[in-house]
């Protein structure tokens, strides 16, 4: 019996030549994960559909450029996020740059909320900002990118993006001490 990585490497090799069996095969194993990906960003699920067959597209038309230094989950999640990010943009959502109102940007690395807030609250409170907030907190907190990284993702100055996490985990810690306040936490 072969292991899950020795199929996953001969299903990946078969894609490179265009083998469409090994596609959708694929495609089955990650089209779920991956649609909930997409759906956190957009927050539309016909969108994220999109999103998500249009990101497969890319990949496989791509996938020559994947080299196995990262697992093949991790690059197809990339490529969804980057379709995501698009998306928005195409949509012109805000994502706009907030360059000269910032002087001076301190990382405050307290993430501390109070005892009764959950995972799930935590979550919901970052859906609930706005669009480039959301993005920043989203890419840093979920996805694990760091300043630089989301900079080029979003195409927003590092300087940027550590005062729209800092703003956005402002906002989330406001809204979530209002919804506890208001559930009698």
Known sequence: MRSTKQLHYKLIQECKKQNTKAQLQLYNNY???MLSVAN???KDIH???DVMQDAFIKAFKNIESYKEEVSFGAWL???VINQSIDEL???KLAMI???EEVLNVVEDGNWEVDNGVTSEMVVDAIHKQKEKYRLVLSLYLMEGYDHSEISQILGITEVTSRTHLMRGKKLVKEYLKITNHAEGY
Do not use: D, H, T
Request: glycine share 6%; net charge positive; aromatic share 6%.
């Open 31 to 33: 089209a779920q994960g």
């Open 40 to 42: 956190r960003y957009v």
């Open 47 to 49: 969108l994220a559909e």
């Open 77 to 79: 999640k990339r490529i």
């Open 89 to 91: 943009k195409k949509n």
């Open 97 to 99: 740059s907030i360059n």
